[in-house]
């Protein structure tokens, strides 16, 4: 049997590369640089970020610049409701800078928001894979500085700078999200080419036919890049999607030389090169899920609060229940949340948003010890129960499904170290407990009980 996939098999395959797929644990590479190593810890220790997708693309609720990929048609024009072909609807798409004028953006506003309520960074996508780039770019006039943008008057229109200047005010970290394919730039797709790849993901002409075409991409993708590492203060993560952008594909930008440059001005810098693998993937990067056991490399899982990356019309948000859920078993595996939230076009992020965020906040402000700063503890995840530790302190959360879940009066937990006392976070402290053959049954006080099931009962143990 021919070891060359057919042609639909391969396109699949392209399909889910960079989308859902993330790189296995066998594939990170341990740095060698002490300094990196150290900053990796530091990224542990951070649990969570907020990522933000936003461009003109959240204009018509788009899942992001999706629609400009016919491969990827199927389930990224679910939203698009006039009667246009293909090339009509690029070209509709590539006027939406014209139109984006996000009056209502408040930096610092976005910041303030995130800071007093828990989260530890920020993810912003600096350009996604239709090229439109939210910083005061040299390379191109497709730019929300640019004189076809109406914004680009606005005090804040440089956005990108304006926002990672407002969250590092408030001692936030800053992760860069950069997208390496490029949907705008002739260098990437190139007028009157087709395809050279199975799928419209990559560029319309096939890299080794066009080598001194390619070498202009690469050329304008380090430019790039180099602008957002150079003029825009401390970063401390680059954030690279596009994984279908790579040398095992002919799409070779030289990503090493560019990073490598970067470190000479930031030797701090992270490099998350996703779904990739190699030594410039710092961070394992699981895109709306997360790996079934604990890994014991550095990763992030990114996922939306709400259905989309981008912003959507009357979109259902997940409640603060299964958000603060879904972060106790991806901190409890070892991982970071970085929880993406899609902006409004006019530049406000929308109140169920900021609602929910409001709600995770609180329940940190009280229980945020047992999450920040902590690491894996065996056994990690057994039913409703996850487990952090740190140092010599382990956490316990026992997780309600609902409110209206019955609260018992003993709690069971599969935990066989040795130990002498048992807190409740944020509630009583020694707790009544007695060892059973599989762990340790807890008593909780009469008060606990009463009432509707909490999110989670915390318990720290030492």
């Not at 993560?237 to 090493?256: E, K, S, T």
């Amino acid at each position: 049997m021919s070891e060359i996939k057919p042609i639909q098999e391969e396109q699949e395959s392209v399909v889910v590369e960079g989308v859902h797929n993330y790189s296995s644990e066998e594939h990170w590479v341990k740095p060698e640089d002490p300094l990196l190593l150290e900053r990796l810890e530091w990224f542990k220790d951070q649990k969570l970020g907020l990522m933000m997708h936003w461009g003109p693309y959240s204009q018509l609720g788009l899942v992001e610049s999706w629609a400009l990929s016919d491969v990827d048609e199927e389930w990224s024009r679910n939203e698009i409701d006039w009667d246009i072909d293909a090339e009509e609807l690029k070209r509709e798409y590539f006027d939406l800078n014209k139109t984006f004028n996000p009056l209502r953006f408040q930096p610092e506003l976005w910041a303030d928001l995130a800071a007093e309520n828990g989260f530890k960074y920020l993810n912003f996508t600096t350009k996604h894979h239709d090229g439109f780039c939210m910083w005061d770019t040299k390379t191109t006039d497709y730019r929300v500085t640019g004189p076809d943008c109406p914004f680009h008057t606005h005090k804040y229109a440089d956005i990108t700078k304006q926002l990672f200047n407002a969250f590092r005010e408030k001692g936030l970290g800053i992760s860069a999200y950069f997208s390496k394919a490029d949907w705008h730039t002739p260098y990437y797709w190139a007028p009157g080419m087709k395809p050279g790849t199975t799928t419209s993901r990559g560029p319309t002409y096939d890299p080794k036919e066009y080598p001194w075409l390619w070498e202009q991409f690469v050329e304008f993708t380090h430019e790039q890049i180099m602008e957002l590492m150079t003029n825009y203060g401390k970063i401390d993560v680059l954030w690279l999607d596009a994984g279908w952008v790579n040398d095992y594909r002919d799409q070779n930008i030289r990503l090493g030389e560019v990073v490598e440059r970067a470190r000479k001005i930031q030797p701090w810098l992270l490099s998350a090169d996703r779904t990739v693998g190699g030594p410039y993937e710092n961070l394992i990067t699981p895109e709306q899920t997360l790996p079934e056991s604990a890994l014991r490399v550095p990763w992030e899982s990114c996922i939306t609060m709400g259905s989309a990356f981008s912003f959507r019309y009357e979109d259902d948000y997940k409640t603060v229940r299964q958000l603060i859920h879904l972060l106790v078993e991806i901190v409890a595996k070892g991982g970071n949340l970085a929880l993406n939230v899609g902006p409004q076009p006019d530049g406000r992020i929308s109140k169920t948003a900021i609602s929910r965020i409001k709600g995770m906040g609180a329940w940190l402000n009280v229980h945020g010890e047992a999450i920040y700063g902590t690491r894996i503890c065996e056994p990690y995840s057994v039913g409703q129960t996850q487990f952090t530790q740190k140092g010599d302190t382990t956490y316990a959360f026992y997780l309600y499904r609902d409110e209206h879940e019955a609260v018992p009066a003993e709690l069971h937990l599969p935990l066989q170290q040795p130990f002498s006392r048992i807190d409740l976070v944020g509630g009583p402290d020694n707790l009544e407990f007695r060892r059973t053959d599989d762990g340790i049954a807890i008593r909780l006080p009469e008060k606990e009980r009463e009432g509707l099931a909490p999110i989670a009962h915390v318990f720290r143990i030492r």
